[in-house]
């Protein structure tokens, strides 16, 4: 405990609904942390049961809002100094804890952190294809949280603040097969696809095949996904079409008249 009271105090958030097969790793590896928040949004497994035994604080939010509004919900039910946004199939490695614990060791208040993580993906860790990437997921809890969107939520950055990469991996395992995968892929699509209809916008045909043209274009060749093996192509030619799937979706919505 001396090592905490040395330190800034810090809240893992995290947002879940059936996260039962990686929630219980994640949660072993934050037992460093001050406080874990859990909202969850209606699971049937076995998720709600496991964070409560791992000793995380629990809130049920059924009535699903979006992304940024789940997470900026978890941030406020928060209490310590600092967050670490991380989602339930996603695991801290010893690395980057020892790097998180540093950075609260002398903290900088207007500084967001920025973590590496690399996706397990059909049987391996991506390198390239764009999957191995960088994100802000450690913040001052009163300084900055989540934007309002319903899907590819971001940290809203701050005029002036700095940003910082810290060192060690956050090994993220998002997909355990490919019928995941396209569950997935269809919820973010129609997540996609209501914020972009919210808005008024309209899509095409014509827009949906260059986009997903552009997709495999920019994962397999630019960001080298190659290099990745067939993992690689299949990522890639995936990704292609949940692109085209969510200019799909607000086509068809615009062009269904039976739906309007």
């Not at 940290?155 to 940003?163: L, N, R, T, Y």
């Not at 209809?197 to 045909?205: N, T, Y």
Request: charge should be positive; aromatic fraction near 10%.
């Amino acid at each position: 405990m001396s090592q905490a009271q040395q330190r800034a105090s810090i809240s893992a958030i995290i947002i879940t609904k059936n996260e039962e097969q990686i929630l219980p790793e994640c949660l072993a590896s934050l037992d460093w942390v001050d406080e874990i928040i859990v909202v969850d949004s209606g699971s049937t497994d076995n998720t709600v049961n496991i964070a409560q035994t791992a000793g995380a604080k629990v809130h049920i939010n059924a009535e699903w809002p979006g992304f940024g509004k789940q997470k900026q919900l978890a941030q406020r039910y928060a209490t310590k100094d600092w967050i670490l946004a991380i989602d339930a199939d996603e695991v801290i490695t010893e690395p980057l804890k020892q790097s998180i614990l540093n950075v609260l060791a002398k903290p900088s208040e207007k500084t967001l952190f920025i973590l590496r993580r690399t996706t397990w993906v059909f049987g391996r860790f991506l390198k390239h294809s764009g999957w191995y990437d960088k994100i802000i997921r450690v913040y001052p809890r009163e300084y900055t949280g989540y934007n309002d969107a319903l899907v590819h939520e971001k940290i809203i950055e701050p005029q002036g603040c700095k940003k910082q990469t810290l060192d060690g991996d956050m090994l993220h395992y998002s997909y355990r097969d490919l019928h995941q995968y396209l569950v997935k892929s269809a919820f973010y699509a129609k997540s996609w696809a209501d914020g972009r209809q919210a808005r008024g916008k309209k899509s095409s045909i014509g827009q949906g095949i260059t986009h997903a043209i552009g997709c495999f274009l920019k994962m397999y060749l630019l960001k080298r996904g190659f290099l990745d093996g067939k993992q690689g192509f299949l990522i890639a030619v995936l990704s292609a079409h949940s692109t085209f799937v969510k200019y799909a979706d607000l086509w068809i919505r615009d062009n269904d008249s039976r739906a309007n």
